[in-house]
């Protein structure tokens, strides 16, 4: 999306240039300019002021055109400047949808893909949050926070501009994509089918779902994913060939080569982390020491939890704070005697929500590295956002926790059951 918002920018930062390289197409008939002899002076019935007449005419026209050239150097100005301020909102949009609208499913953001894993390997006793299950809880929280940053957005980049963006633009780079091929449509057809099975897999209730059939952990989302991308390993792509020419399939061994093996290593890696930290015991003592917070309301205790896990996120990468503290938050529900599943779920929710520095989010470095954008855009606008965002999640959680199966001020038996041995 940014690389196709960036390229119409372009083109009308290009064209707002060409217009500055025009010369002034208006003429005196453009300008309502009544002058009468009483108003110059000028007597026009004898040849003295006839030729006074004549110096003075070319003198107005020029100083008009002269003027003429500088509201027009003027308007333009004001159209770069409506374009840079325009192009702010429309890139931290775009981030800040990424990383608000990914709240609302279980594969949309990295920190959700974190959770899944840990809550799992920690308390495998625990209820199945399912993919059907989060979507229909998180979806409405995602498209109310979508509106929320909208708003903010609106109102500090949406200002009326004196700009405009030809529909010419946006066609010609619609046409330069080209139609859809047969492996586009083949592509559409497997992922609708994977968002079927993902949603049938688990129900929107525990035992309930085609995933049943199996012995439980043997068929998760993951297993769904790869499947869906094995079968495209093996139909052809039906491109035209030349006579010898090899058979080739929409994915080959060179999606290998393209993929970025870093961020696979990161994810694996972090799992590898957190299981230290859970092994080693460090989450229990780190657990311990937050015990005294206890005796706070449960609303303030996620507000306080949210408010840390925002602040850790904005200086490290999202990922890497839900993989450093998910245990942590874990051990700190168990110890307190409340259930876990509350605390994952806002450290999870609340690490997406890094809105104020370039490094906090993939998608907040993706639009950084645009160079339209400086820090302090991020900070005002990501502030603002970070503190309606974090009261929201707060609110919606203590809300909304009967509807995750949540009992607030109870441990749930499998959480007691798994303190020793996960915790």
């Known amino acids: 999306m940014t690389p196709l918002c960036l390229a119409v920018i372009k083109e009308v930062e290009e064209k707002i240039k060409r217009d500055r390289m025009k010369p002034a197409t208006r003429t005196l008939s453009d300008v309502t300019l009544r002058m009468d002899d009483s108003l110059v002076g000028l007597d026009h019935s004898d040849e003295s002021s006839s030729s006074e007449s004549a110096l003075v005419e070319p003198t107005v026209e020029t100083h008009l055109v002269q003027g003429q050239m500088h509201v027009k150097d003027l308007e333009l100005i004001q159209q770069q400047k409506d374009l840079d301020r325009f192009s702010i909102g429309l890139l931290l949009g775009?981030?800040?949808?990424?990383?608000?609208?990914?709240?609302?499913?279980?594969?949309?953001?990295?920190?959700?893909?974190?959770?899944?894993?840990?809550?799992?390997?920690?308390?495998?006793?625990?209820?199945?949050?399912?993919?059907?299950?989060?979507?229909?809880?998180?979806?409405p929280f995602a498209l109310v926070m979508v509106f929320i940053m909208w708003g903010i957005i609106v109102l500090r980049y949406g200002r009326a501009t004196s700009f405009k963006i030809e529909k010419s633009v946006i066609a010609a780079k619609k046409k330069a994509m080209g139609?859809?091929?047969?492996?586009?449509?083949?592509?559409?057809?497997?992922?609708?089918?994977?968002?079927?099975?993902?949603?049938?897999?688990?129900?929107?209730?525990?035992?309930?779902?085609?995933?049943?059939?199996?012995?439980?952990?043997?068929?998760?989302?993951?297993?769904?994913?790869?499947?869906?991308?094995?079968?495209?390993?093996?139909?052809?792509?039906?491109?035209?060939?030349?006579?010898?020419?090899?058979?080739t399939f929409i994915l080959d061994k060179s999606l290998f080569t393209s993929i970025n093996w870093g961020v696979v290593m990161l994810l694996a890696g972090g799992m590898g982390l957190a299981l230290g930290i859970t092994k080693s015991g460090l989450s229990d003592y780190l657990a311990t020491k937050f015990t005294a917070v206890s005796a706070l309301p449960l609303f303030v205790l996620l507000m306080i939890v949210s408010l840390f896990t925002v602040l850790m996120t904005e200086f490290t990468s999202n990922v890497s704070t839900a993989i450093v503290f998910d245990p942590v938050l874990a051990a700190l529900g168990v110890a307190i005697g409340q259930n876990p599943l509350l605390f994952l779920l806002s450290g999870t929710i609340s690490s997406s929500f890094a809105f104020m520095f370039p490094v906090a989010t993939p998608p907040n470095a993706i639009v950084f590295s645009s160079g339209k954008l400086k820090v302090l855009d991020m900070v005002v606008t990501g502030g603002i956002l970070n503190a309606i965002g974090l009261v929201f999640v707060t609110l919606y959680l203590y809300l909304s926790a009967p509807l995750w199966g949540i009992t607030l001020n109870q441990l749930p038996a499998w959480a007691l059951t798994n303190a020793t041995a996960a915790i």
Request: charged share 10%; glycine share 10%.
């Open 94 to 139: 775009i981030a800040y949808s990424c990383s608000v609208g990914g709240t609302g499913t279980l594969i949309g953001t990295g920190p959700n893909v974190v959770f899944v894993q840990q809550y799992t390997s920690l308390f495998p006793d625990a209820p199945e949050i399912s993919f059907a299950l989060w979507f229909v809880l998180m979806a």
């Open 179 to 247: 139609p859809l091929q047969f492996p586009h449509y083949v592509i559409l057809i497997d992922f609708f089918l994977m968002a079927l099975l993902w949603f049938t897999r688990g129900g929107f209730t525990p035992n309930t779902g085609w995933g049943q059939i199996f012995e439980k952990g043997f068929v998760t989302d993951a297993t769904v994913c790869v499947c869906g991308v094995v079968v495209l390993f093996m139909i052809p792509d039906f491109k035209p060939r030349k006579s010898g020419d090899k058979l």
